[in-house]
């Protein structure tokens, strides 16, 4: 067992969740199965292998240009409301769980 | 009007001609949904007021007589995890079960610039995790060929709405199969295109760098339409490439002769069911028949793509769902004391058991001490998967074999197993991994009639050559 209900209580609180006992008990479970699938990717030796984040550098570009040069594309100028106007408060706010019309409200955030 | 086999163009034309108005065909539409869809559970919202609305400028230019746009009254629908302005989306999730979005996603205002109406939204698992839409924080999907089997994942209900006749084509999401798998197991046409093709402005966000949007159709034709008309740079996501589009319909009729077939023994290996193998067997030998030359390549990483997939996916998904926390939109717990308090309670009540599992695996390999072994090996990995396919292209056009190593499985069947239900997607992560382009299209079907589909990938922004070899498929069969 690599994973123990320790570790699935710490991740949970990293991931602001909480969990019932019973997810808890399932978690690790499902947790190590899947682990224990994962494993097979130590059989390769990736020592001298790049790590991938996303696909766009690795094609469709011009490939004289450089770095950030090459996703010259991807950005624009940094104008006042550049692509589309902001939402009006109203409309920002009209699917918030509780508001006063100018601010979405939380609970106390620190506890006295 | 008959809504079997009811291709784009049909549609187009009988509106243009007058034979049905695009009010009255969108009425037959949603008459065969109130008839047909209690069984099987396709549409999760319809969006009546805005089709009909739509439906009517159509009928408006008719008319005139003005000139109509590509899709002009062709009934649409949308999975559920994009964004459409006024009209609940929830992505499958009782998380978003309240929420109306103040925007429409890009390929949604762009099916609709061209003319489109949209029926509604359509069912899916929870967030698009999944491979058989029972993670559907509502309602599951039923198979329309066979309603005991589920109609694959995660866009369960595009798939078998277009199955269905209850739309003429609809849009999905695919971050590991999820339109190419479902296309398979309700025997349509699904489209995964290039990573960077199609906008995802608008697409609830699940692993953004495997994310991708695209069509569900009755043929390969449908499919090209649809791609020509939402593909193409979009300022309000970085990512979509700044390429220009090409006319895929105008690329149907190229002929396929002499162009290079890739099949890759990996992808006939242990898990494919014997009938699947020869049914995708025989799709290879009618390709040859063709004219087209079929090579043998290797994919020699294949057997490393599910691990890897599952912890890059996750990985992005802890950190897409973080936004979940009950303050400006979606579901809040009752009662929470404190703002911590509030976000678990929130999370907790509002994410269902597949979304939490994701979440908690891609937090445990992005967490302190086991970073460099899960997620940056999995990162590495990923780039060896990249040059398989990379390799593998300098020889061929384009690389075939099974979309799922087996038919529609039972409803019920994985759902207390998360790994097998992963294993479902052995064939179809790699291309997002890849960022490549590809289709699935029917290709025969078992003894128990259950439809078969034949995958097809192609070289990056290569999506008018899988169209083309899927067309000539398509005529020949």
């Known amino acids: 067992m690599k994973v123990t209900e320790k570790d699935v209580t710490y991740v949970a609180d990293l991931a602001n969740l909480e969990l019932t006992e019973q997810e808890r008990g399932r978690m690790v479970r499902d947790l190590n199965s899947i682990l224990g699938h994962v494993d097979s990717l130590s059989e390769l030796d990736t020592s001298n292998v790049p790590p991938m984040a996303q696909v766009s550098d690795r094609f469709g570009l011009d490939d004289s240009k450089q770095g950030s040069e090459r996703f010259a594309y991807a950005s624009r100028e940094d104008v006042h409301e550049g692509l589309r106007k902001s939402l009006p408060h109203d409309v920002a706010l009209v699917n918030a769980p509780d508001s006063d019309g100018t601010f979405f409200k939380v609970p106390k955030v620190i506890e006295r | ?477």
């Open chain 2, 1 to 477: 009007m008959d809504l079997r086999n009811l291709t784009i163009d049909a549609a187009r034309s009988a509106v243009a001609k007058g034979k049905i108005s695009a009010t009255a065909l969108a009425e037959s539409f949603y008459a065969k949904i109130e008839s047909d869809d209690p069984k099987i559970g396709a549409y999760l919202m319809l969006s009546k007021q805005r089709a009909l609305a739509k439906a009517a400028a159509v009928d408006a230019l008719v008319e005139k007589g003005e000139k109509l746009p590509p899709l002009a009254g062709v009934p649409v629908g949308i999975k559920d995890v994009m964004v459409t302005k006024g009209v609940r989306t929830t992505a499958g999730s009782k998380i978003l079960g309240n929420y109306i979005p103040p925007y429409d996603c890009t390929a949604v205002s762009r099916l609709e610039a061209a003319g489109a109406v949209v029926l509604g939204k359509l069912n899916c698992d929870e967030f698009a995790m999944g491979s058989s839409n029972e993670n559907s924080a509502w309602k599951p999907v039923h198979n329309p060929r066979d309603l005991t089997r589920v109609p694959g994942g995660s866009s369960g209900g595009s798939a078998a709405a277009v199955a269905a006749d209850m739309a003429v084509t609809t849009l999905g999401s695919d971050t590991g199969g999820s339109i190419r798998q479902p296309a398979s197991f309700c025997g349509v046409v699904g489209l995964k295109p290039t990573y960077g093709r199609v906008s995802r402005y608008g697409l609830i966000a699940f692993a953004s760098s495997l994310d991708h949007i695209g069509p569900f159709a009755k043929t390969a034709k449908d499919a090209a339409i649809m791609l020509r008309t939402i593909a193409g740079r979009d300022p309000m996501d970085s990512t979509s490439a700044d390429l220009p589009v090409p006319d895929y319909v105008a690329e149907l009729d190229k002929p396929v002769k002499g162009l290079k077939v890739g099949v890759a023994k990996e992808y006939f290996g242990e898990g494919l069911e014997p009938e699947t193998r020869s049914a995708i067997e025989g799709a290879i030998q009618k390709l040859a028949s063709l004219g087209c030359e079929i090579v043998e390549v290797s994919l020699p990483h294949t057997k490393y793509a599910i691990p890897a997939y599952y912890l890059v996916a996750t990985a992005e998904a802890s950190s897409n769902l973080a936004r979940f926390d009950g303050v400006r939109y979606g579901h809040r717990a009752q009662g929470a004391r404190t703002l911590a308090d509030m976000y678990r309670c929130s999370r907790d009540e509002g994410f269902g058991p597949e979304a939490k599992r994701r979440i908690m695996l891609g937090t445990y390999a992005l967490s302190a001490g086991y970073y460099d072994a899960y997620y940056l090996k999995a990162q590495r990995v990923r780039t060896l998967l990249t040059r398989d396919f990379e390799n593998a292209f300098k020889r061929v056009d384009v690389i075939v074999g099974p979309t799922s190593p087996t038919p529609a499985f039972k409803l019920g069947e994985k759902v207390d197993d998360p790994l097998a239900m992963y294993l479902a997607d052995i064939y179809t992560v790699t291309a997002n991994l890849a960022g490549i382009p590809g289709i699935s299209i029917p290709a025969g079907q078992s003894k128990e009639k259950l439809p078969i589909g034949m995958q097809i990938f192609g070289k990056h922004f290569d999506e008018g050559t899988i169209l083309r070899v899927a067309h000539a498929y398509e005529q020949a069969v």
